[in-house]
Nanobody
Framework: QVQLVESGGGLVQAGGSLRLSCAAS????????MGWFRQAPGKEREFVAA????????NYADSVKGRFTISRDNAKNTVSLQMNSLKPEDTAVYYC??????????????????WGKGTLLTVSS
């Protein structure tokens, strides 16, 4: 059974930083493309960042470029999202997602097979 478990969410002031982590189990992590989505209250889920199975290729939403960094540790089966210069509009539930075939485009499109249950980030102004 595949499980993606997010952690690291919480309350942070605008301008602050936070690091989210996603622990994966039950899948061949090293061959899976991984990523993060988020869903703000009253809004649709949106793409945040994606990373290829080797970590060489990354993709970011324009709204987070230069502020967020996605990374992965294939030895620990984890993917992380370092978030800096946080803004109130970053407030959302953040979801980890993965595509077992290693397709970054699938992660970006939100069609990855695997999803976590999410972790809440609240950025206060």
């Amino acid at each position: 059974q595949v499980q993606l478990v997010e952690s690291g969410g919480g309350l942070v002031q605008a301008g602050g930083s936070l690091r989210l982590s996603c622990a994966a189990s039950g899948l061949t992590f090293s061959t899976s493309a991984m990523g993060w989505f988020r869903q703000a209250p009253g809004k649709e889920r949106e793409f945040v960042a994606a990373i290829s199975r080797t970590g060489i290729t990354t993709n970011y939403a324009d709204s987070v470029k230069g502020r967020f960094t996605i990374s992965r540790d294939n030895a620990k089966n984890t993917v992380s999202l370092q978030m800096n210069s946080l803004k109130p509009e970053d407030t959302a539930v953040y979801y980890c997602t993965g595509d077992r075939w290693g397709h970054v485009w699938s992660v970006v499109a939100g069609t990855g097979l695997y999803w976590g249950k999410g972790t809440l980030l609240t950025v206060s102004s």
